[in-house]
């Protein structure tokens, strides 16, 4: 079992940046590819980005390439979002997951946070 715990949301301005952390616990961390999933108002969750187990392979949804990085640290149990050059559209709640195969389809992954909501406002 592992327990998901996202931080970081908050109400930021469209051209900033926010910092999204979301800490695991339990079964070995190291071992899950981790990606970021926010849902928008009144839509599904949709993939942004995920990161291999070593951090050495990334994967980025078109939308957010060259605006969002995704880095984990496993010595502290952690996977990171910075979020720059924030719109509008980004507003969502933003969830971790954790699984065993890099995916951009949310049904792959195995562990869920509660969720961070992020809005951006124009």
């Known amino acids: 079992q592992v327990r998901l715990i996202e931080s970081g949301g908050e109400l930021g301005r469209a051209g900033g940046s926010l910092s999204l952390s979301c800490a695991g616990s339990?079964?070995?961390?190291?071992?899950?590819?981790m990606p970021w999933f926010p849902r928008p108002p009144g839509k599904e969750r949709e993939f942004v980005a995920a990161?291999?187990?070593?951090?050495?392979?990334?994967d980025y949804a078109d939308s957010v390439k060259g605006r969002f990085t995704i880095s984990r640290d496993n010595a502290k149990n952690t996977v990171y979002l910075q979020m720059n050059s924030l719109k509008p559209e980004d507003t969502a709640v933003y969830y971790c997951?954790?699984?065993?195969?890099?995916?951009?389809?949310?049904?792959?992954?195995?562990?869920w946070g509660q969720g961070t909501q992020v809005t951006v406002s124009s």
């Open positions: 990161i291999s187990w070593r951090g050495g392979s990334t």
């Open positions: 339990g079964r070995t961390f190291s071992g899950y590819i």
């Open positions: 997951a954790a699984g065993g195969t890099m995916s951009r389809r949310y049904y792959s992954y195995d562990y």
